[in-house]
């Protein structure tokens, strides 16, 4: 049989997670002051752009040579490099490449591989693969999307057989509560097999980055994206909610290299990244701009009467409202802060569940701020208890439980009712010598 030469054109899929994508995405997810470090240490390697910094909170790294993708976690940089080590199809290893862009600073993904697979116009199950891939990687546990998921990693990294680990986890409860004869019947093993067991897990960590995880509970300094103008004229001309920093001092091009370029065919790389990173800020700021616009339609009676008028609101609706994924708007909300009345206030603090109100729902957030009013206006020696919040609030036609209450006068770190009695009774005591 004669073997002749032949010429084929073929179409082939396959995924372009470009620097581009990857830098508008770490573009918005960026908080101002970070944003402000990253454009100065790039604006430091590329001769194309030139930018001052505006925050001088801190210096600039003198790794400023480093790239865009060097501001994301550590640990991330690391996974990259396990995964081309692992010498995957070339379509495999970016989908892997792109679900490490989703990680937390702790290691766990929290993006469904739906959402993902709907955002970026991906096979579901291309993705799964994909996952499984990455959960190979060190370290034990990374790419979990649940404490489950990550204590069953954790547990074959350890030369557990799956089954075996995937019916450890899964007695978790019962481990808890020290059911041991229970779980000897589930697993199989005798009591010094069930006291092992025990013992690794108390091993094991429930976050795949544990050093990782303390620096997302760190209070970061808040810079307004956004802020309320109030045009003079009162109530004639209604409030507007604009960028707070609409470009002006960005990062700019450098026109006599761009020119130099251009003549010379100098860095063509560097050019074309100097571009991507302004295109990429251009869509940060039309989505927070968007992200206000939506706001001051939604919360306009927060905005005229004050924290007790704000309408209950979730990232839901505003990523359907905008037509852009959850994700995008999980993104674009991180970190960010809108200047309200010389007050700063996270862009998350408007987004909370709906409670039953005397008018229909109302926002959690409103709920608590009248929690911490009525502690505040409580006599001192006769302080409210959770149980009396409860009855006020439902006297005002709020419907609410006496856990949730609980849960919201902890999470405005106001102490219980006993230890405020305590602590007016020595301050009296204090203050009469007693």
């Known amino acids: 049989m004669a073997l002749n030469p032949r010429l084929e054109l073929r179409a082939q899929q396959k995924l372009a997670l470009t620097p581009t994508l990857r830098t508008r995405l770490g573009i918005l997810r960026m908080a101002p002051a970070e944003l402000d470090e990253t454009l100065a240490a790039e604006a430091a390697r590329n001769p194309f752009l030139r930018y001052e910094r505006r925050y001088q909170g801190g210096g600039v790294p003198a790794g400023a040579e480093e790239s865009l993708q060097a501001q994301e976690a550590p640990f991330q940089e690391d996974l990259r490099r396990q995964v081309v080590r692992m010498g995957l199809p070339e379509r495999m290893q970016a989908l892997v490449l792109l679900l490490i862009t989703e990680l937390r600073g702790d290691g766990y993904l929290d993006a469904g591989l739906d959402e993902l697979a709907r955002e970026y116009g991906l096979d579901e199950g291309d993705l799964a693969e994909a996952l499984t891939h990455l959960q190979r990687c060190e370290p034990a546990g990374v790419g979990a999307r649940n404490l489950p998921e990550c204590l069953e990693l954790q547990l074959l990294e350890l030369g557990l057989p799956r089954p075996e680990a995937r019916a450890t986890v899964g007695l978790l409860p019962q481990f808890a509560r020290m059911e041991w004869k229970r779980i000897g019947t589930a697993l199989g093993l005798?009591?010094?097999?069930?006291?092992?067991?025990?013992?690794?897990?108390?091993?094991?960590?429930?976050?795949?980055?544990?050093?990782?995880?303390?620096?997302?509970?760190?209070?970061?300094?808040?810079?307004a994206d956004l802020r309320l103008v109030r045009p003079e004229g009162g109530e004639t001309n209604a409030p507007v909610i604009e960028l707070a920093d609409p470009g002006r001092g960005g990062p700019r091009l450098d026109l006599a290299m761009v020119q130099k370029a251009a003549t010379e065919d100098f860095a063509p790389e560097l050019l074309a990244r100097a571009r991507a990173l302004l295109s990429a800020l251009e869509q940060r700021g039309r989505t927070l701009a968007r992200i206000g616009a939506w706001l001051l339609e939604t919360q306009a009676e927060f905005f005229r009467d004050g924290a007790g008028a704000?309408?209950?609101?979730?990232?839901?609706?505003?990523?359907?409202?905008?037509?852009?994924?959850?994700?995008?708007?999980?993104?674009?909300?991180?970190?960010?802060?809108?200047?309200?009345?010389?007050?700063?206030?996270?862009?998350?603090?408007?987004?909370?569940?709906?409670?039953?109100?005397?008018?229909?729902?109302?926002?959690?957030?409103?709920?608590?701020?009248?929690?911490?009013?009525?502690?505040?206006?409580?006599?001192?020696?006769?302080?409210?208890?959770?149980?009396?919040?409860?009855?006020?609030?439902?006297?005002?036609?709020?419907?609410?439980?006496?856990?949730t209450v609980a849960k919201y006068r902890q999470g405005l770190r106001i102490p219980s009712s006993s230890t405020r009695r305590r602590l007016a009774e020595t301050r009296d005591g204090a203050r009469t010598g007693g």
């Open 190 to 223: 005798d009591p010094e097999g069930v006291r092992s067991r025990a013992r690794l897990l108390r091993s094991l960590s429930p976050h795949p980055v544990p050093d990782a995880a303390p620096a997302e509970t760190e209070t970061a300094v808040l810079i």
């Open 310 to 403: 704000m309408a209950p609101a979730t990232q839901l609706e505003l990523a359907q409202a905008l037509e852009l994924h959850p994700s995008t708007i999980s993104r674009a909300l991180a970190g960010k802060a809108i200047d309200v009345d010389g007050r700063l206030m996270p862009l998350t603090e408007f987004f909370s569940t709906a409670l039953p109100g005397p008018e229909g729902a109302i926002s959690a957030r409103a709920v608590q701020r009248r929690i911490a009013e009525l502690v505040a206006a409580e006599p001192p020696r006769k302080p409210l208890s959770d149980e009396a919040l409860v009855n006020l609030l439902r006297e005002q036609g709020v419907d609410i439980a006496r856990r």
